[in-house]
Structure formats: structure tokens, C-alpha cells
């Protein structure tokens, strides 16, 4: 079932300089379960693209839809995370984690119990009462898509989550947040500039062209590996990513 369908995307910006086509006639869709990476030269609009799945920002032409239903604001289906943890300094785990339904005036006992399990099932119970100062940057990012978890969203978007981290650690919390949601059956859409990062992780690689961005190719790396670390030691790994990376560099000039 597909859980997300761009339909003849377009999106223009006016500027006193006139008009600018940022997005052209863009169409592809994201199944349930699927993780699907975007990648594409710079400035294409890749992060644009998760604004507009979000509703912070409308498409000036075409058809958005999440679960079948058309994107028009900010849905509680959608959930987001972002290149920093942004967690709150004063806030304790636990509470950085309930953010969300206590901002909704919705938090109860089962959103709670349901918090303190994440916690637990991924390797921070004891860190519960424990303030984001006290975690590395690896267990931060954990909590950060715990916290987003937390709205038992049907989509994720990820944006660059893994780049302000070191790359030993970044390879680390690529595993673990695969992994939580692999285990949580979640749908998973990505954007990032790590070609390897989207060979690592992805079901499938959406290329876009330069801006006005389009679908330039699509591929389905198949590497029979249960993490991105493991698939990185493949020797077929190297084959995906040139043919990826061929296809962004060449539009890059």
C-alpha cells in the first residue's frame, strides 16, 4: 500500500528577479515499509521536498498524498527528524521524549508507558531521569527519534540526521536508528548528500536532476546484509555506489 504519492509536483518561487521553477512535474510514491533514500546535486530541493510532505510548505501545482489522504497542513501521521537532536537542555529524557503529546494537551498514561518501553527496548532506561548533556552524541540521536516515535507517525522523514555526528559515530547511529525502524515497522523516507549513507540504508534511491528538480533514475541496491554497516563490506556495495554516484555527479558537472 502506498503510504506516500507525489503526483506532477511542481513548485515555483517569485522572486524580484522573477520566476524560479524549484520543483518540476515531480512524481514517485513510497510503500508501507519501505525506506527510500532521495539523493541529488546540491540545491535541488531535497529538503524543500520534506517541507511540502510535512505542510510547512504548499506545492504551487499537484497532488501530495499521505496515507490517501492530500497534504495540506502539518499531520500527526508525519513525523520529523531533523539534522540536530534539538533536545531541550533542561528537559530530562524522559520528558524530551513526551514533548510532543504534552504540546498536543494529549499526554496519558498509555503515551507514558509507551515512551518508558522505547526507552528500554533501545538501550536507555537507565537514562530516563538523565538530562541530553549527559548522552553521547549517538544516544541523543536515538531519543530524538524515540521523541518522534512517540506520535506513532506512519511516515518518517529523516533529514540528514546522521551528518553533525563524527563519521565512527555516524556509522554507529546509522545502524541503530535503521534497526528501531526496521523493528518498528516504520516507513522511512530519507534525504542525504552520503551517497554511501543511501546505498548503506535505502530500499530504493530516488535521483533527482538539478533544479527544477525531477525523478532522474531510480535503483534497488539488492545487498543481502541485516544492517548498513554490513552491507558497506559487500563487495557488490562499491557497484552501487558508482552507479549512483555517477548519475549525481553527472549533473553536477
Known amino acids: 500500500m502506498e503510504i506516500l504519492k507525489f503526483e506532477n509536483v511542481c513548485l515555483t518561487y517569485q522572486t524580484p528577479q522573477g520566476q524560479t521553477d524549484a520543483i518540476k512535474n515531480l512524481s514517485f510514491s513510497v510503500e508501507e515499509g519501505e525506506f527510500v533514500a532521495i539523493v541529488g546535486p546540491s ?3 531535497k529538503t524543500t521536498i520534506l517541507s511540502m510532505i510535512s505542510g510547512l510548505l504548499a506545492p504551487t501545482s499537484g497532488i501530495i ?8 497542513k502539518p499531520m500527526s501521521s ?5 539534522q540536530k537532536d534539538n533536545l531541550f537542555e533542561w528537559r530530562t529524557i524522559l520528558k524530551n521524549v513526551l514533548l510532543g ?32 548533556r549527559q548522552l553521547s552524541g549517538g544516544m ?5 527519534l524515540i521523541r518522534t516515535l512517540a506520535f506513532h507517525p506512519k511516515l518518517l522523514l529523516l533529514d540528514e540526521p546522521f551528518s553533525a555526528l563524527d563519521f565512527q559515530t555516524r556509522l554507529a547511529v546509522c545502524d541503530d536508528v535503521y534497526a528501531i525502524i526496521k ?3 516504520k516507513t522511512a523516507l530519507l534525504v542525504t548528500h552520503d551517497i554511501s549513507e543511501a546505498v548503506a540504508v535505502a530500499d530504493r534511491i530516488i535521483v533527482l536532476s538539478q533544479r527544477p528538480a525531477m525523478v532522474k533514475s531510480i535503483f534497488t541496491p539488492e545487498l543481502d546484509a541485516p544492517s548498513p554497516f554490513k552491507r558497506r563490506s559487500l563487495p557488490e556495495f562499491s557497484k552501487w555506489f558508482d552507479a549512483v554516484w555517477k548519475e549525481v555527479s553527472y549533473d553536477e558537472g
Not at 508525519?78 to 531533523?82: F, K, R
Not at 541523543?140 to 530524538?144: D, E, K, L, P, S
Open 65 to 72: 498524498e499521505v496515507d490517501r489522504r492530500a497534504v495540506t
Open 183 to 185: 523493528e518498528e515497522n
Open 78 to 82: 508525519v513525523g520529523y527528524m531533523l
Open 101 to 132: 503529546p504534552e504540546i498536543q494537551k494529549k499526554i496519558s498514561k498509555d503515551d507514558i508507558d509507551y515512551a518508558k518501553n522505547l526507552l528500554s527496548k533501545y538501550g536507555l532506561k537507565d537514562f530516563e531521569n538523565s538530562y541530553p
Open 43 to 45: 540545491g535541488c530541493g
Open 140 to 144: 541523543r540521536q536515538r531519543v530524538a
